[in-house]
Structures are given as C-alpha cells and as structure tokens.
T-cell receptor, first 116, second 114 residues
C-alpha cells in the first residue's frame, strides 16, 4: 500500500528565511510519481511539480527546489528567501505507475506561515 | 475559461437532506475525481471515473454516489446527509497515461450540514 508522511504539521518562519518541507513516502512499486501541491488561504489546490521514480535529479524553479532521494524515500521541498505569499498548506502526493495516475495518495500537509 | 468548475461553492443544509454537487471540466481529460478535505485539511480520494466507468471507490458510505453523464462531468450526489459529511469537496480531472499527468482541481465546495 502506498503512503505519504509529512511529519511537520506547521512551520513558521520569518520572511527571507529558507525553509524545507519534508515528505517521506512508502510504496512497493519500482515505478511511481511524486507531486507537490500548494493550497493557499483562498483554498484552491495548485500543482507545483511532478517527479518520476527514475529521475533523481534535483530540480530548481525560481525560489523553489526539490530534493528527491530514493535511498531514504524522501522528496523534500525547499523555499529559498521565503515571502509572505508563500504562506499556504503544502501537500506531497504519490501515484503508483500501475494505477496510471488513477489513485493519488496525499500526505497530511504542512501548514507554512511566513511572517513579515 | 475555468478549467475545472464546481457548483455550488457553498452548500448549507439540514441533516437528512439529499444534495448534489456538480463538476465540469473543459480540459478534455478522460478521468475525473472527487476528494473530501476535512477540517484538519486531510485530502482523501473518494471516487474516480475514467471514460464513464468507476475505477476507484474508496471506503465511502454508499450514501455518496458519483454520476457521470459524459466525460466532461462528474456530479456527486449525497443522500441522507449527516453532520460528519461537513467538509470541503474537491473535484479534479487528469489525463490518465504513463507518466500520469498532474490533477487539476476545482475551487472546492464547502458543505455544512446542520
């Protein structure tokens, strides 16, 4: 069975600090996909990134970066120089390839508060 | 143009009533989903429909029934509403393939059962 754990329930940082959100996953499949979504206070769910299990290269997109390590089953998300607009709940999600994306499992989310 | 839309945005109703939430996607995706997000923000998949066929049915009460008139619509019908059904319900869609595309979510419907 697939499972996603986000151990940090809530994080508070001051603007311009760097912050890392942890994500640990469990799956028996060798092929799977990992996702991060953002849910700002307005409530919508916004897709941030997809990563497949064969691609362990880290990815950077502006102030966002992702560190995927299969050895520790982790897919961590770092925000550099955080801003107030980054305040949101962030979800990590897993989809096994055998389901062809038909069954996403979301982690419990991490609520990030960036204080001015 | 809204990619995934849901109506209504807010729904307040009494226990025991029957209600429906509508969802439409204009992305041409072949799979649609319903999620429930509780007060602690846990997101749990309830159903998914692929080409008008139910392919996932998580352990949700049979008072909940998805209805898909065509692949652009997936409505959620709830019978005999209970207090515990209060939550935000999200519709989503994706194009099922390998690798799976991300899911696009609707704005959510906040259901309050009194």
């Amino acid at each position: 069975a697939q499972k996603v754990t986000q151990a940090q329930t809530e994080i508070s940082v001051v603007e311009k600090e760097d912050v890392t959100l942890d994500c640990v996953y469990e799956t028996r499949d060798t092929t799977y996909y990992l996702f991060w979504y953002k849910q700002p206070p307005s409530g919508e769910l916004v897709f941030l990134i997809r990563r497949n299990s064969f691609d362990e290269q880290n990815e950077i997109s502006g102030r966002y970066s992702w560190n995927f390590q299969k050895s520790t089953s982790s897919f961590n998300f770092t925000i550099t120089a955080s801003q107030v607009v980054d305040s949101a709940v962030y979800f990590c999600a897993l989809s096994e390839a055998k389901n062809y994306g038909q069954n996403f499992v979301f982690g419990p989310g991490t609520r990030l508060s960036v204080l001015p | 143009d809204t990619a995934v839309s849901q109506t209504p945005k807010y729904l307040v109703t009494q226990m025991g009533n029957d209600k429906s939430i509508k969802c439409e996607q204009n992305l041409g995706h072949d799979t649609m989903y319903w999620y429930k997000q509780d007060s602690k923000k846990f997101l749990k998949i309830m159903f998914s429909y692929n080409n008008k066929e139910l392919i996932i049915n998580e352990t949700v009460p049979n008072r909940f029934s998805p209805k898909s008139p065509d692949k652009a619509h997936l409505n959620l019908h709830i019978n005999s509403l209970e207090l515990g059904d209060s939550a935000v319900y999200f519709c989503a869609s994706s194009q099922v393939r390998d690798p799976p595309n991300e899911q696009f979510f609707g704005p959510g419907t906040r259901l309050t059962v009194l």
